[in-house]
């Protein structure tokens, strides 16, 4: 990549092993503890149900949950995760099954990452020779390798969501421009294409937007430079065109058997309400915060922590050497950067909907940013970030290195201390301890200082010894699925036909269908739910009332009704999840031990 000045001149093969480590132990954390833990809302009990039934009853045109078309997302992502579930289910269960989809579509990001980066720093240098193997390879490893670090990407690459999938396809398609516009492959259009339907396929019209934003940035300088090389009429045309054609084939195909498997009311309903209804605020199907123009820019700066001032860096001698040099300082493969980042946040700025993992495709950009930024010489401010960050990561090692013991200043109303404690003491404080050692004799070391390779692996090291020694304390407060499942447990088999439910959310939903196969029955309002109590419904005897924050009252004494049943979970406070199984004066079969109102 180019850099016209500032640029370190001195490269060694040991920096560029030191940094192929950093890269792998990257792909290891795409895959760290993605069995360990069970459904976390938001979004994975739904995600995963819905996985979970395309992969149990084969329709593969139409996503649905608990037996009712869940059309919010087009079906791609749950095709490849109930594949998984098929294949690893054996060995992962139904929830490690999926999750593992998510790490690998991580692991495909750091892969296509790479290629464009190493694709970005292989074009002409400022001196018009060509960059060499070293470095091109040293670009791509250091950009693949900050990706994996960057705390948004470790979190949504071990959450099921179908972002993974989305972003995966977003820098795949950018990649494969690159090679036809960076690297003079035009048959790579074709490819481009394919993988832009595939963006389509995974979250809709969201996917080739962004991928636009990132073509623009490539398309129109690239034609300015055919252009000025005398090559006019050399463009692609009728490949741009066949692409165009195949991306329209690819998406067409997929909404041509939507029509016809769900009917032209719930094909309107995918396509108007949740494509174009989310982009302009009109849906009202939440995370709508019209205005706040910062968002984003916000979002940004927290997302790609540790790296962040990096991000800041790279900004400052971009708007540096526009001050000093003009235009004509900044190269092609800068103002595909530039485009794709900023056109992006434009875009998403403009969109009603706001929320801060739709920024997760734009990650590549700012790994890649920071990496350029690491081939530059740090002024002082930067030199002391990164010791103060080794420092950080001396202490998290230190502190999961001693987990056993800090569990005992934990709020005992926070976690039950007798299971936290015998979970934290295992093989992982060993390792913990094994990676304090040598971070420490690294740092002690005199006349030197860790590199930024070694800095990197540090912080890939304290992710996996954090995730997997304080994974127990947060799957205690997060997980809700043991306690739903005692819930489930209670109810008669031959009775749920004669139970409804209220207030039922789509993670709910999802739980009850992962748990038992129970697509339970809905009914909305009080009034619905009186006329049941009161034993006025032909069709329902019980109600189960699910919802979030303080329970309501319903033990009002001599109501004719009482509760069979509750369960509080996941948190407290706005956080707290509750069941309550509530009936009138006929006496419901429960199964096993029932808990007392």
């Given at each position: 990549m180019k850099s016209a000045q500032n640029i370190m001149p001195v490269l060694k093969q040991s920096e560029l092993r030191l940094w192929y480590t950093a890269l792998a132990l990257g792909v290891v954390l795409c895959f760290v503890g993605i069995a360990d833990r069970g459904l976390w809302a938001p979004d994975e009990p739904r995600v995963a149900a819905i996985a979970l039934e395309m992969s149990r009853e084969g329709n593969l045109i139409l996503p649905r949950l608990a037996g009712e078309p869940f059309i919010e997302k087009p079906p791609l992502y749950f095709v490849i995760a109930a594949g998984f579930i098929h294949v690893a289910e054996a060995l992962l269960g139904n929830t490690g099954a999926v999750r593992m989809s998510s790490a690998v579509w991580g692991a495909g990001i750091l892969l296509m990452t790479f290629l464009l980066a190493r694709r970005l720093a292989s074009s002409q240098c400022s001196d018009g020779q060509e960059a060499s193997p070293l470095r091109t390879c040293l670009t791509g490893a250091m950009s693949a390798a900050l990706l994996s670090t960057m705390v948004d990407f470790f979190k949504n690459s071990h959450w099921i969501r179908v972002d993974a999938a989305l972003a995966f396809f977003v820098i795949a398609a950018l990649w494969s421009f690159a090679e036809v516009y960076f690297g003079r492959k035009r048959s790579f259009l074709l490819?481009?294409?394919?993988?832009?339907?595939?963006?389509?396929?995974?979250?809709?019209?969201?996917?080739?937007?962004?991928?636009?934003?990132?073509?623009?940035?490539?398309?129109?300088?690239w034609c300015l430079t055919q252009r000025r090389e005398g090559r006019k009429g050399n463009y692609y045309l009728w490949l741009h065109a066949a692409g165009l054609a195949l991306l329209l084939l690819l998406i067409g195909s997929w909404m041509l058997s939507l029509f016809i498997t769900g009917g032209r009311e719930l094909f309107n309903e995918w396509f108007f309400q949740n494509q174009l209804g989310r982009l302009t605020g009109t849906a009202s199907m939440g995370h709508e915060k019209p205005g706040h123009l910062f968002f984003y820019i916000k979002k940004s700066l927290a997302h790609t922590l540790p790296w962040t001032p990096l991000v800041m860096f790279w900004a400052y001698r971009v708007i540096t050497d526009l001050k000093n040099s003009g235009l004509k300082s900044i190269s092609r493969e800068r103002i595909f950067l530039l485009v794709w980042s900023i056109v992006s946040l434009s875009i998403l700025t403009v969109s009603v909907s706001k929320r801060g993992l739709y920024l997760f495709p734009l990650k590549p950009v700012f790994a890649i940013m920071c990496a350029e930024a690491l081939m530059m010489r740090f002024p002082r401010w930067l030199q002391a970030y990164f010791g103060i960050l080794t420092g950080l990561c001396i202490i998290i090692l230190t502190a999961c290195t001693l987990a056993p013991l800090l569990c005992a200043f934990i709020p005992q109303d926070f976690v039950s201390k007798s299971e936290i404690v015998p979970a934290v003491w295992g093989g992982w404080n060993c390792v913990s301890g094994l990676c304090l050692a040598g971070a420490l004799c690294l740092f002690l070391r005199k006349h030197s200082a860790f590199t930024c390779s070694?800095?990197?692996?540090?912080?890939?090291?304290?992710?996996?010894?954090?995730?997997?020694?304080?994974?127990?304390?947060?799957?205690?407060?997060?997980?809700?699925?043991?306690?739903?499942?005692?819930?489930?447990?209670?109810?008669?088999?031959?009775?749920?036909?004669?139970?409804?439910?209220?207030?039922?959310?789509?993670n709910m939903r999802g739980f009850f269908y992962i748990v038992s196969g129970w697509n339970i029955h809905l009914v909305e309002g009080e009034a619905e739910v009186r006329k049941i109590l009161e034993g006025k419904n032909p069709q329902f005897d019980s109600v189960i009332i699910a919802g979030k924050g303080t329970p309501p009252n319903v033990e009002n004494e001599g109501q004719p009704w009482h509760v069979i049943n509750r369960v509080h979970t996941g948190g407290t406070g706005s956080h707290m999840r509750y069941l309550i199984w509530m009936t009138g004066d006929r006496v419901i079969p429960v199964t096993g031990q029932q808990k007392q109102s």
């Open positions: 490819l481009a294409a394919f993988f832009s339907a595939g963006a389509f396929l995974s979250k809709g019209m969201i996917g080739p937007v962004l991928i636009g934003s990132g073509w623009v940035g490539m398309f129109v300088p070694q800095i990197v692996i540090s912080v890939a090291v304290v992710y996996i010894c954090g995730y997997k020694v304080g994974l127990p304390v947060i799957e205690n407060r997060k997980n809700m699925q043991q306690d739903i499942t005692a819930f489930i447990e209670h109810v008669d088999p031959s009775e749920r036909h004669r139970i409804a439910g209220c207030g039922f959310r789509e």
